[in-house]
């Protein structure tokens, strides 16, 4: 595992939750030239064949046969648009792409996080807790949430 700064997440991963790495270039202070920047995710995200290579050593994992592969997303645990690593293996898993925990849900919530920070509305380190919460459950309405309602640890 590299070494780094580990955070305990969960969001709804077939197995328990591993602790996933931050990404160090990643900080309050270094926001707007890392995750606000809108070529960022294209920049530090692996190719397309990594993560083909993982998705499909992770369906090996979790012995989900390779026609069940299209209902799973490659998830990062803690999404690289709110400073997860990029590429530590501990960061990836499978989730289902549909749901309440699901991709399709998550991502459109990492992508309103990550709005809230880079607004200064909540810190790096509120959306990197929010997120490691139980987001799907406390934030039940996405299309109502507005930054405020997260920037409350209560």
């Known amino acids: 595992m590299p070494i780094g700064l580990f955070l305990a997440v969960s969001s709804g991963c ?34 397309v064949d ?32 709110i400073g997860g690593s990029p590429d530590a293996p501990e960061n990836l898993d499978l989730v289902p792409w549909d749901g309440p925990n699901g991709e399709r849900r998550k991502r459109r919530f990492t992508v309103f996080l990550n709005r809230c920070v880079c607004a200064g509305e909540i810190t790096l380190g509120r959306a990197q807790a929010t997120m490691s919460g139980d987001w799907a459950n406390r934030y039940s309405n996405l299309w109502r949430l507005r930054c405020k309602d997260v920037a409350d640890p209560g």
Do not use: W
């Open 50 to 81: 990594t993560r083909i290579v993982r998705k499909d050593q992770l369906l090996r994992l979790h012995g989900i046969a390779p026609e069940s592969a299209s209902r799973y997303a490659l998830d990062f645990l803690m999404p690289v648009l």
């Open 14 to 47: 077939l197995n328990a939750t591993p602790a996933v790495s931050l990404d160090s270039r990643v900080t309050q202070a270094t926001i707007t030239t890392t995750i606000c920047r809108r070529d960022y995710i294209a920049e530090v995200t692996p190719s």
